[in-house]
């Protein structure tokens, strides 16, 4: 871990009265069994993906050899039964009150709600209704996710988020979904637009697999545009719901202070993390703030900090969270961490990271920023998309075969932290 964390005295820091403390996850990862978009580009695409990994992952992935035999394997990239969220959340919601967290970020799956076009599944609404009376009754509080990448087959059809049409089909279902789920006080309309549009329109990687600038730019308009509609929408319904959109965000640290390192570190920020936060920002009641990424930014190319590395390779740089936090001040808008943690199956950096990682934002708090929670990815082991199941992020391991789950020594670490409220 980074050593510049500052010295932690047990107790010593104490987070604001009321601190939401939680898990998320997303409803494609977790629940088993959806049929979207996603579920039919893995069976597409599976048997691709699998004779690639090699090639992707053998020169540089820390944990290859323990996970190359599932990398390899094309059933690792369908999501199929996941991990039976959506019929064993009661015995998740469980393991939630168990770790003493109160509050929860889940997602609502657009394809169960309207597998037709303009056809509602009123089964699936009151099981998603009874999910949230049962989050309630237990004193945990819902943060709902209403798109958090996945498309009914019959708006990917017609050219999902390139269409303009969908704006419209979405600004229906959100509004279907407020009005049937009228106890949800905090709604997320999007999550990580910027990071689908350019997998998705940029890098070709993930469905429909276009790469066009053109596409990008467009899509990325047209999110917005649907952040907005959405936003009305809520408000509509729920003048009170407080309505916030999801945001990855990454720390581009300007090694030794260069004057050319901090221009283009700049420049980075603004485009990835700022852009599209500008042109919504008169539209949100909160930012929710994904951290998981830092990149350092040298273009002498003669340093670079060490972090540990998770098994997905990804560098484990706490500290990056505090500046994009402190980047966020500028809003004057309550922040949630949305979204933080690393694939970690060993359960080796997992409870320090989380202790590093709230160290910082703490700091950030002390310094004036208006964080109101902290939920860790994910509260399960889970499908990572394009990845597939070998990556465990969860605070609670499931066993794929059995759908066992068992809660982790960093998960309890957390939990002791989240009950008292302090690190």
């Given at each position: 871990?980074?050593?510049?964390?500052?010295?932690?005295?047990?107790?010593?820091?104490?987070?604001?009265?009321?601190?939401?403390?939680?898990?998320?996850?997303?409803?494609?990862?977790?629940e088993g069994n959806n049929h979207n978009?996603?579920?039919?580009?893995?069976?597409?695409?599976?048997?691709?993906?699998?004779?690639?990994?090699?090639?992707?992952?053998?020169?540089?992935?820390?944990?290859?050899?323990?996970?190359?035999?599932?990398?390899?394997?094309?059933?690792?990239?369908?999501?199929?039964?996941?991990?039976?969220?959506?019929?064993?959340?009661?015995?998740?919601?469980?393991?939630?009150?168990?770790?003493?967290?109160?509050?929860?970020?889940?997602?609502?799956?657009?394809?169960?709600?309207?597998?037709?076009?303009?056809?509602?599944?009123?089964?699936?609404?009151?099981?998603?209704?009874?999910?949230?009376?049962?989050?309630?009754?237990?004193?945990?509080?819902?943060?709902?996710?209403?798109?958090?990448?996945?498309?009914?087959?019959?708006?990917?059809?017609?050219?999902?988020?390139?269409?303009?049409?969908?704006?419209?089909?979405?600004?229906?279902?959100?509004?279907?979904?407020?009005?049937?789920?009228?106890?949800?006080?905090?709604?997320?309309?999007?999550?990580?637009?910027?990071?689908?549009?350019?997998?998705?329109?940029?890098?070709?990687?993930?469905?429909?697999?276009?790469?066009?600038?053109?596409?990008?730019?467009?899509?990325?308009?047209?999110?917005?545009?649907?952040h907005k509609e959405a936003y009305k929408?809520?408000?509509?319904?729920?003048?009170?719901?407080?309505?916030?959109?999801?945001?990855?965000?990454?720390?581009?640290?300007?090694?030794?202070?260069?004057?050319?390192?901090?221009?283009?570190?700049?420049?980075?920020?603004?485009?990835?993390?700022?852009?599209?936060?500008?042109?919504?920002?008169?539209?949100?009641d909160f930012i929710g703030v994904n951290?998981?990424?830092?990149?350092?930014?040298?273009?002498?190319?003669?340093?670079?900090?060490?972090?540990?590395?998770?098994?997905?390779?990804?560098?484990?740089?706490?500290?990056?969270?505090?500046?994009?936090?402190?980047?966020?001040?500028?809003?004057?808008?309550?922040?949630?961490?949305?979204?933080?943690?690393?694939?970690?199956?060993?359960?080796?950096?997992?409870?320090?990271?989380?202790?590093?990682?709230?160290?910082?934002?703490?700091?950030?708090?002390?310094?004036?920023?208006?964080?109101?929670?902290?939920?860790?990815?994910?509260?399960?082991?889970?499908?990572?998309?394009?990845?597939?199941?070998?990556?465990?992020?969860?605070?609670?391991?499931?066993?794929?075969?059995?759908?066992?789950?068992?809660?982790?020594?960093?998960?309890?670490?957390?939990?002791?932290?989240?009950?008292?409220?302090?690190?």
């Amino acid at each position: 871990m980074s050593t510049t964390t500052r010295p932690l005295v047990p107790g010593e820091l104490k987070f604001p009265r009321g601190f939401l403390w939680g898990a998320s996850t997303s409803a494609h990862q977790i629940e088993g069994n959806n049929h979207n978009d996603w579920s039919e580009w893995e069976l597409e695409n599976a048997e691709r993906l699998a004779q690639a990994a090699p090639r992707k992952y053998a020169h540089w992935l820390p944990a290859w050899e323990r996970i190359k035999s599932q990398a390899t394997n094309p059933q690792n990239y369908i999501s199929g039964k996941a991990a039976e969220h959506y019929t064993r959340y009661e015995t998740d919601f469980d393991l939630i009150e168990e770790l003493g967290l109160n509050t929860y970020r889940l997602s609502l799956e657009w394809s169960r709600i309207e597998p037709q076009k303009g056809e509602f599944d009123h089964e699936a609404i009151a099981h998603y209704r009874e999910m949230i009376a049962s989050l309630q009754k237990r004193g945990i509080q819902p943060f709902v996710t209403l798109w958090h990448w996945t498309l009914p087959t019959w708006v990917s059809d017609i050219g999902g988020w390139q269409n303009m049409e969908t704006v419209k089909y979405f600004s229906r279902y959100v509004y279907k979904m407020v009005s049937e789920l009228p106890e949800v006080s905090n709604w997320v309309t999007l999550n990580e637009a910027e990071i689908y549009t350019r997998q998705a329109y940029l890098e070709g990687d993930w469905p429909p697999q276009k790469r066009t600038y053109i596409h990008y730019w467009m899509i990325n308009n047209n999110l917005m545009a649907a952040h907005k509609e959405a936003y009305k929408h809520v408000k509509m319904v729920n003048p009170e719901a407080q309505v916030g959109i999801v945001q990855n965000n990454t720390y581009f640290e300007p090694i030794r202070n260069r004057w050319f390192n901090r221009l283009l570190a700049s420049f980075l920020s603004w485009w990835h993390n700022r852009f599209l936060l500008n042109t919504i920002q008169d539209h949100l009641d909160f930012i929710g703030v994904n951290y998981y990424f830092h990149n350092t930014v040298n273009l002498a190319k003669d340093f670079k900090p060490h972090c540990d590395r998770s098994d997905m390779g990804w560098d484990l740089c706490t500290y990056g969270i505090y500046y994009v936090l402190k980047e966020l001040q500028r809003y004057g808008k309550p922040v949630y961490v949305t979204e933080n943690g690393l694939a970690d199956a060993g359960d080796v950096y997992r409870a320090g990271f989380i202790k590093e990682t709230l160290n910082y934002v703490h700091q950030a708090i002390a310094e004036g920023v208006d964080v109101r929670g902290y939920f860790h990815w994910s509260l399960l082991d889970n499908f990572e998309w394009d990845k597939g199941f070998w990556p465990r992020f969860g605070l609670v391991a499931v066993d794929y075969a059995t759908q066992e789950r068992t809660i982790r020594p960093s998960a309890k670490i957390y939990a002791k932290i989240a009950k008292s409220n302090s690190l």
